[in-house]
């Protein structure tokens, strides 16, 4: 290791990514809160103004701001983005389990967001201020955003891209290990509303089942469409999705049921749009609704489930220079390379390499398998394994050609 980047990581270390971390997980920023994130934007943006660096603060509604921050080197170079998100989901109903404690034991950090995402906040934060304090970037310039909502609509993300940022290249960090992956699949939830006709439980002839109506489309999806998703399997990402999750109908056992609604959550591939993928659906009703004549059937978005722009698919080739600086960073840190993989959760990742034109890979700490759970948690050496690797990565991109 060259002196240059031992300064480099003892600077980051010093930064105190872990203290961070638990300081941020002890401010609640789920939904349902009055100003949700911004008691976790002003955390962040009071570290990083106290190691010298200039942040902004622009509410994307009130009381819920996104924080940038930006390090420029003397020449110009190319545009890194690192991205996360300040929100969180709720704690559990039934099992608050490590709840909002930050606490440190065993080598890990507890608390809900700690794996999605604070802890990557944290080791993005102190990425930033080992690059500053070190004066490691000679050229070009990398931004920290910290965006709220990406666990409900993605406003956050949304504004970023509206406001027409810029960047050559971007990493996002939830929860990989710390592994690099090249993309994800789309995520559109949709609903799809039976409207049948009552009547007496003793003489069903004489009504239109709602739930019969459901039942015999979840099988139309199940042997019609669904074996056709092989055809479009992706080489990294692998086929499309449906799964349906939620079923409501009917009144009474005596009763026919005169309204029935599923929700389904369906992952897309390259190639696929919301069009596309409704047009299918939209066929499968229609089908239904000749074999039951009187029957009505619908489909629209669930709401809430986004604000205006469509939850794409994300992918970036794996000889695209941010993908190729993370892995050259994770090839200096750890000495050896695991094949980069899809991510199996939809990002805000997507928005910014489709709407903003920003090429965009997803490299985190944490475990997957522990966020949203009563005992999340990360382990402290990856968030600054972390640290080290978005420093890294940002040097070996940031200086090249623009």
């Given at each position: 290791?060259?002196?240059?980047?031992?300064?480099?990581f003892e600077?980051?270390d010093?930064?105190?990514?872990?203290?961070l971390?638990g300081?941020?997980?002890?401010?609640?920023s789920?939904?349902?809160l009055?100003?949700?994130?911004?008691?976790v934007?002003?955390?962040?943006?009071?570290?990083?103004?106290?190691?010298?660096?200039a942040?902004?603060?622009?509410?994307?509604?009130?009381g819920?701001?996104?924080l940038?921050c930006?390090?420029?080197?003397?020449e110009?170079?190319?545009?890194?983005l690192?991205?996360g998100h300040?929100?969180?989901?709720?704690l559990?109903e039934?099992d608050?389990?490590v709840?909002?404690?930050g606490?440190?034991?065993?080598g890990?950090?507890?608390g809900?967001g700690?794996?999605?995402?604070?802890g990557a906040?944290?080791?993005?934060a102190a990425?930033?201020?080992?690059?500053?304090?070190?004066?490691?970037?000679?050229?070009?310039k990398v931004?920290?955003?910290?965006?709220?909502?990406e666990?409900?609509?993605?406003?956050g993300a949304?504004?970023?891209v509206?406001?027409g940022?810029q960047?050559?290249?971007?990493?996002?960090?939830?929860p990989?290990?710390?592994?690099?992956?090249?993309?994800?699949?789309?995520?559109?939830?949709?609903e799809f509303?039976?409207?049948?006709?009552a009547?007496?439980?003793?003489?069903?002839r004489?009504g239109i089942?709602?739930i019969?109506?459901?039942?015999r489309?979840?099988?139309?999806v199940?042997?019609?469409?669904?074996?056709?998703?092989?055809?479009?399997?992706d080489?990294?990402l692998?086929?499309?999705t449906?799964?349906?999750?939620?079923?409501?109908?009917?009144?009474q056992?005596?009763?026919v049921?005169?309204?029935?609604?599923?929700?389904?959550?369906r992952?897309?591939?390259p190639?696929?749009?919301?069009?596309?993928?409704?047009?299918e659906?939209?066929?499968?009703?229609?089908?239904?609704?000749?074999?039951?004549?009187g029957l009505?059937?619908?489909?629209?978005?669930?709401?809430?489930g986004?604000?205006?722009?469509?939850?794409?698919?994300?992918?970036?080739?794996?000889?695209?220079?941010?993908a190729?600086?993370?892995t050259?960073?994770?090839?200096?840190?750890?000495?050896a390379?695991?094949?980069?993989?899809?991510?199996?959760?939809?990002?805000?990742g997507?928005?910014l390499?489709?709407?903003?034109?920003?090429p965009t890979v997803?490299?985190g700490?944490?475990?997957?398998?522990?966020?949203h759970?009563?005992?999340e948690?990360?382990e402290?050496d990856?968030?600054?394994?972390a640290a080290r690797?978005?420093?890294?990565?940002?040097?070996?991109?940031?200086?090249g050609?623009?």
């Amino acid at each position: 290791m060259t002196q240059s980047r031992q300064e480099l990581f003892e600077v980051i270390d010093q930064a105190d990514p872990i203290k961070l971390l638990g300081e941020l997980i002890r401010i609640p920023s789920h939904r349902g809160l009055e100003r949700q994130e911004e008691g976790v934007a002003r955390a962040l943006a009071r570290y990083l103004g106290s190691h010298g660096l200039a942040v902004r603060l622009e509410e994307v509604v009130e009381g819920r701001p996104n924080l940038t921050c930006t390090l420029e080197g003397e020449e110009r170079g190319r545009h890194l983005l690192l991205c996360g998100h300040t929100d969180t989901v709720p704690l559990n109903e039934d099992d608050e389990g490590v709840g909002f404690s930050g606490l440190v034991r065993n080598g890990k950090i507890e608390g809900r967001g700690s794996v999605d995402m604070k802890g990557a906040l944290a080791a993005m934060a102190a990425a930033m201020v080992g690059l500053h304090k070190a004066d490691a970037l000679p050229r070009g310039k990398v931004t920290l955003a910290a965006i709220i909502d990406e666990e409900m609509e993605s406003l956050g993300a949304e504004h970023l891209v509206a406001s027409g940022f810029q960047a050559d290249g971007a990493i996002v960090g939830e929860p990989t290990e710390n592994r690099l992956s090249l993309g994800h699949k789309g995520l559109e939830w949709l609903e799809f509303r039976f409207q049948g006709k009552a009547a007496h439980g003793g003489t069903p002839r004489s009504g239109i089942n709602a739930i019969d109506a459901a039942a015999r489309f979840i099988e139309l999806v199940r042997t019609e469409l669904v074996p056709r998703f092989s055809e479009r399997a992706d080489e990294l990402l692998g086929p499309p999705t449906l799964n349906f999750g939620t079923i409501r109908g009917g009144d009474q056992p005596s009763t026919v049921a005169a309204n029935c609604t599923l929700t389904a959550d369906r992952r897309s591939v390259p190639g696929e749009t919301f069009e596309s993928m409704t047009q299918e659906l939209r066929a499968l009703l229609d089908q239904v609704e000749r074999e039951m004549p009187g029957l009505l059937a619908g489909l629209v978005r669930v709401p809430g489930g986004m604000a205006t722009l469509e939850h794409v698919a994300l992918k970036t080739e794996a000889d695209h220079p941010v993908a190729e600086s993370t892995t050259n960073a994770i090839q200096e840190l750890y000495g050896a390379l695991g094949e980069p993989g899809d991510f199996p959760a939809w990002t805000d990742g997507a928005l910014l390499a489709e709407f903003g034109g920003i090429p965009t890979v997803i490299l985190g700490p944490g475990n997957l398998q522990l966020a949203h759970s009563p005992r999340e948690a990360i382990e402290e050496d990856q968030v600054l394994e972390a640290a080290r690797l978005y420093a890294l990565a940002a040097l070996d991109f940031c200086p090249g050609a623009e």
